[in-house]
């Protein structure tokens, strides 16, 4: 079976490091909010061009701390793509805020900016932009629109570590970045983590009161907060592979363009990559009106494609409230019938390439 992901290979390609800096850290006993994760968030956020760095226990916190940050009311409504992993809404409502759902592009799967403002009401305070897949959102026409509209701008990076827009790398386009390190993510530590990056230093205080407690001075507690934090084995786990995360966004790309070529000539929708756009390939997505059945025969033949996603948020019954129902987003509704997303790491060779797109050709020839 060749896998959606594999992470044997990558361990053993950098075991020894990665196994001293665990044991540096339960040697050290100290555990929480230690040398690593001051380290790893100012390693971090240099890496990603971006001032303030706070670490978090995963990227669905991240996110919830993020809205937290902005003081809304539960009145106040916060525009979310709705073709996206639940975390990009879920951790809104968590917040206390209302989600309202917007349409996506059709062809990079991120927030349509036209929707976008067809959604924009008096209450709206803020957007959520996900860079799904690793593709960036179409940053230029939402940042404008939220300039225009006095609306925060929330990047979730969760998938898009790497990515860049206009030879600038994501995360720093927003007033807040939200960045998970699950284990499976284009930079990924041996257990949950996330992070939160801001340039603005109130931002930037608020989030780290947020998850600890709310407080600056220990035992006092200006505001509610949380326990949500990034652990120092985690951090140090991270600090190790961050170097290498640039190199292999290189191999996803690799595989993603092997793909596209073996794909030549089917009848299935290849991923697209919009100008001035680095997708770091999170995913290699295709479209066919045959997913389902496609899906069966790659899983029948030791190929283990997976759907990111099935349905839509607006359709899901924990959004039931949002009164968004069936119809009212239909490029969502559309590609959650028609994507499948095939195996992508970056040690995946080119002959298991090769093999999976000789397979789908074989699907195809046989219908
Ligand atoms: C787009 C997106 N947002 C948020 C999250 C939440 O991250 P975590 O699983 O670390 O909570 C994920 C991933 O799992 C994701 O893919």
Redesign the pocket.
Known sequence: MIPIIELRTQYAQIQEELEAAALRVLRSTHYILGPEVQAFEKEFAQWNGVQYAVGVG???DA?QLAVRALELSPEDEVIVPSF??V??AGAVALAGSKVVFADVDPRTFTLDPASLRQHITPKTKAVVV?H?YGHPAAMEEIQAICREHKLFLIE?C??STGATYRQQTVGGLGDLSCY?F?PTKNLGGAG?G?MVLTNNPQLFEKVQMLRGHGSKTRYYHDILGTNSRLDELQAAVLRVKLPHVAHWNELRRRNAQLYTQALEGLPVVTPYEAPHCGHVYHQYTILTPHRDELFEYLRAHEVGPMIYYPVSLHLQKTFAASSQGEGSLPVCEEIQKKVLSLPMFPELTPEQIASIAHKIREFFAQR
């Open positions: 995963n990227g669905t996110l996206t992993f975390a990009s996900v799904l979730d969760a998938q998970s699950f949950d996330g």
